[in-house]
């Protein structure tokens, strides 16, 4: 080969693999995020605008789509249409042993977020009095799980309930509506009904109340290891935000909610936001769920839960975090 002929090819090369470069860079031309009532972190990151502040110098938007509950949470990463999502940890874990090819990466707050839900007049006291009764329940979210769970403490299965398969908004207008005996409620309208309803929390276990966890795409995470790092870095502003400005946190959820101060205040009361590395305490967390829900037949009793959280967990971003 002509010398003329090898540094024309190697100029072709060089050529292709700058193009190459330029398409790979490229490819990410917007970063689509959920935002949600029960993820105040989420809120805050939407209404101060510091990741299109970040990406901005890549000149990568961001996209927003609000998530009623981690069930479309799931959903929506599953489907491609979001890249990060927000939910509770137990509930990534079903999703995670169903198929859905999802990573949890960091924790954006340890909530009570849900409990047992009755009437103000309600002769329901405690979980044994929900036999026989109609129950609303989100299936696949935090709430569901929970029930799930009382009702096993309990020596009781969902077979032995009527559930009514509700969105949590609807949960909570057919609790007042009496359409429905109980609830499995969600904050922020759990406090909403609380508060404006009088309805009663006549079960809770804090402890029973799985994380609130940030989940990316497998491929996504894979393919831009450094730009999940940037949004874990924006996340981390938000949080930080979120503890510094109290006030500012209360008017961001009353206006995303469009619910009063009372009821935020009393979901902020039961919302920690001091956590965000995801680790063992997470871990721990979700794999008793997963055990819990696996002894009541939610899980099938072939499914290696341990393995299946640890495939779940991803700790490898845990410094972007930081």
């Known amino acids: 080969m002509s010398l003329t002929r090898r540094l024309l090819l190697a100029a072709s090369l060089a050529t292709g693999l700058s193009s190459f470069a330029t398409a790979a860079s490229a490819q990410v031309e917007e970063?689509?995020?959920?935002?949600?009532t029960y993820n105040p972190v989420s809120l805050v990151l939407k209404d101060k605008g510091f990741l299109e502040k970040e990406l901005a110098k890549?000149?990568?938007?961001v996209r927003w789509v609000q998530s009623l509950g981690s069930n479309k949470?799931?959903?929506?990463?599953?489907?491609?249409?979001?890249?990060?999502?927000?939910?509770?940890?137990?509930?990534?874990?079903?999703?995670?042993?169903?198929?859905?090819p999802i990573k949890s990466i960091y924790v954006y707050s340890r909530p009570e977020w849900t409990a047992l839900v009755a009437g103000k007049n309600s002769e329901i006291a405690k979980v044994e009095d929900l036999k026989g009764k109609r129950v609303a329940v989100t299936r696949g979210t935090d709430p569901h799980i929970f029930l799930?769970?009382?009702?096993?403490?309990?020596?009781?299965?969902?077979?032995?309930?009527?559930?009514?398969?509700?969105?949590?908004?609807?949960g909570r207008t057919a609790l007042e509506r009496g359409d429905v005996d109980a609830w499995a409620g969600l904050d922020p309208l759990m406090a909403a009904a609380e508060v404006e309803s009088g309805a009663k929390l006549f079960y809770?276990?804090?402890?029973?109340?799985?994380?609130?966890i940030l989940n990316v795409r497998e491929a996504f995470a894979k393919e831009n290891?450094?730009?999940?790092?940037?949004?874990?870095?924006?996340?981390?502003?938000?949080?930080?935000?979120?503890?510094?400005?109290?006030?500012?946190?209360?008017?961001?959820?009353?206006?995303?909610?469009?619910?009063?101060?009372?009821?935020?205040e009393r979901q902020l009361e039961r919302t920690e936001l001091t956590h965000s590395t995801i680790g063992q305490p997470q871990v721990d967390t979700i794999?008793?769920?997963?055990l819990a829900l696996q002894q009541a037949g939610v899980i099938a009793a072939d499914t290696d839960v341990k393995a299946a959280v640890d495939s779940l967990i991803d700790r490898s971003f845990a410094t972007a975090s930081r």
């Open 31 to 36: 970063v689509r995020l959920d935002f949600a």
């Open 58 to 61: 890549d000149g990568i938007k």
């Open 73 to 100: 949470a799931l959903e929506f990463l599953n489907a491609g249409s979001i890249d990060f999502g927000s939910t509770a940890g137990a509930a990534a874990l079903i999703g995670k042993i169903n198929g859905n």
């Open 148 to 170: 799930v769970r009382a009702l096993q403490d309990a020596k009781l299965t969902e077979k032995d309930v009527k559930l009514v398969l509700l969105q949590h908004p609807d």
């Open 204 to 212: 809770r276990n804090a402890a029973a109340n799985t994380w609130g």
């Open 225 to 264: 290891p450094a730009l999940v790092g940037k949004v874990l870095k924006a996340y981390e502003e938000a949080r930080a935000y979120a503890l510094a400005n109290p006030e500012e946190l209360k008017k961001i959820l009353v206006s995303y909610t469009k619910l009063p101060e009372p009821v935020i």
């Open 287 to 290: 794999l008793a769920a997963g």
